[in-house]
């Protein structure tokens, strides 16, 4: 299934280019990445307590297993989008005057059972997580704690995190905070519909939407978040006004479209992309409203009326809408939530202009040459290496640029013919369109470009293959969050 998600990836991709000279080490970017955030001392008067009062109602947290934060669990920040309010743009909580348990997660969105995320049907799922430090056993040596900030806020940075998972699979339960923690970050994870749940565009549900709109639920959702942020953080320890969104793979998709969206303008001062650039030219709502007409085509959804069809699809249970392997999650350009694609709005610098920080992995795409060629029993060979070039870059395999890239990429250069891909798919679909994103965002805004290139980084996704997996995609955010990427931890 997963695959199916990647693919869909695969197919909007620009053809490849050389790969870029950067050649960095990752562990000064990180410091710096977080450094990027801590742009705000903080008061030393924040209180400690697990018990919080914020203007969305008052929540009971606990303090991690370590001492040296807070934990505020499953805190729901938009209401149930389930019965008439699937496929509707997120609805703000009513403030609750009884006291809201907040040590426990809360449902993640549906999804199937991958190595990426753990199978659910709960479409209940709109909560956050917010990790702040404590104070009741001493600041552990970590913090910067000495005042405040030149426009005279009080509070912590806050780094508010986008998991990713192809924007069909992923939650937000999985990524220990505790070292963004102790350097003194308020850290928030998010949850947001993913799959046909969170970005099925259809003509009808365009039609009934007051906007003429449909498709873009799952940003949408992301936004209602950081508007959470904004009004509750300073409760938690956090500055509204200096928040950093930052994600990985379709995070780090998502904070570009947070960028470039104009009704994200005011939510956040700082961006960090994580190997996120893929899709800098998302489709339009037309070819959305097509795709998800094959969607209700497939579901036996197609009546004539569209409120008729709005009636069926509403009707659907979870299990089927997740059985349509065919359906491919992506932004489109509404009009609305996204004006324009994301490369045409960061080159006439009409996107929020906040310090980006963008990047990728120097073996980014091994994670699914070993997921979709290797695993499958299908290794690449001499033979079958010009279908891998075209299927990798999205053309037919008649096409001259499947010659052209064998060219630059011969594959008997490499050590394998898998590795020859995974350098291929890698410069063509994240190194050369972060580079190409960095060139553009430049001119407007401060830029940090990285590379991430640990070679001997862990692999917790996926078993042994018979190929390094090297720096490859999502294998970096351990060193960011120690326990990420364990869905049995979740």
């Known amino acids: 299934m997963f695959g199916a998600k990647v693919a869909s990836i695969q197919r909007l991709q620009e053809s490849a280019r050389p790969r870029p000279w950067l050649r960095g080490s990752f562990c000064p970017v990180l410091l710096l990445g977080v450094a990027f955030a801590l742009a705000a001392p903080v008061d030393r008067s924040l209180a400690a307590s697990t018990l919080v009062a914020a203007p969305d109602g008052t929540f009971q947290g606990k303090l991690d297993t ?20 699937r496929w509707k743009p997120p609805q703000p909580v009513t403030p609750s005057v009884v006291t809201q348990d907040a040590t426990h997660f809360g449902n993640h969105c549906p999804q199937g059972p991958t190595p990426f995320g753990n199978a659910t049907l709960t479409e209940d799922c709109l909560f956050l997580n917010v990790y702040t430090p404590d104070r009741s056993g001493g600041d552990h040596g970590f913090d910067r704690d000495d005042g405040h900030d030149s426009d005279g806020a009080e509070g912590r940075p806050v780094m508010v995190w986008i998991h990713g998972g192809a924007l069909a699979v992923g939650e937000s339960n999985e990524y220990d905070a505790t070292k963004l923690v102790q350097r003194g970050v308020v850290v928030v994870t998010i949850n947001y519909r993913l799959g046909a749940l969170g970005f099925l565009a259809h003509p009808a549900l365009t039609g009934e939407s007051p906007d003429r709109i449909s498709g873009n639920y799952g940003f949408q959702d992301q936004q209602a978040a950081l508007k959470w942020v904004r009004r509750n953080i300073r409760a938690f320890g956090g500055n509204p006004e200096k928040v950093t969104v930052f994600g990985e793979s379709a995070g780090g998709l998502s904070t570009f479209v947070n960028l470039v969206s104009p009704t994200a303008r005011g939510l956040f001062d700082r961006a960090i992309v994580e190997s996120g650039a893929y899709l800098l030219t998302p489709p339009t709502l037309a070819q959305a409203e097509a795709a998800g007409t094959n969607f209700a085509n497939a579901v036996q959804c197609n009546q004539p009326n569209p409120a008729d069809v709005l009636t069926c699809l509403r009707a659907l249970t979870v ?19 996204l004006t324009q694609s994301v490369a045409p709005a960061l080159a006439s610098g009409q996107f929020n202009r906040v310090p980006l920080m963008n990047g990728s992995n120097h073996d980014e795409w091994n994670l699914f040459v070993a997921l979709d060629l290797d695993l499958t029993g299908h290794p690449v060979t001499a033979a079958t290496y010009p279908a891998a070039i075209a299927a990798t870059i999205g053309v037919p395999l008649t096409s001259p640029a499947v010659a052209l890239v064998q060219a630059q990429y011969p594959g008997g250069s490499f050590p394998t013919y898998d590795q020859a891909v995974g350098a291929l798919g890698t410069d063509a679909i994240f190194a050369c369109t972060a580079r190409f994103a960095d060139e553009l965002a430049s001119a407007f805004v401060r830029t940090f470009a990285y590379e991430f290139n640990d070679g001997n980084a862990p692999q917790n996704f996926l078993p042994a293959v018979s190929f390094p997996y090297g720096a490859s995609h999502a294998s970096e955010i351990q060193y960011i969050f120690p326990a990420a990427n364990r869905p049995d931890l979740a």
């Not at 934060?69 to 938009?78: D, K, N, P």
């Not at 299990?319 to 939530?337: H, Q, R």
Request: proline share 8%; no cysteine.
């Open 66 to 85: 370590t001492g040296t934060a807070r934990e505020f669990l499953g805190v729901r920040y938009a209401q149930p989008v389930t019965l008439n309010l």
């Open 319 to 337: 299990s089927t809408i997740l059985g349509v392997a065919s359906f491919s999650p992506a932004p489109n350009v509404d009009g609305k939530v």
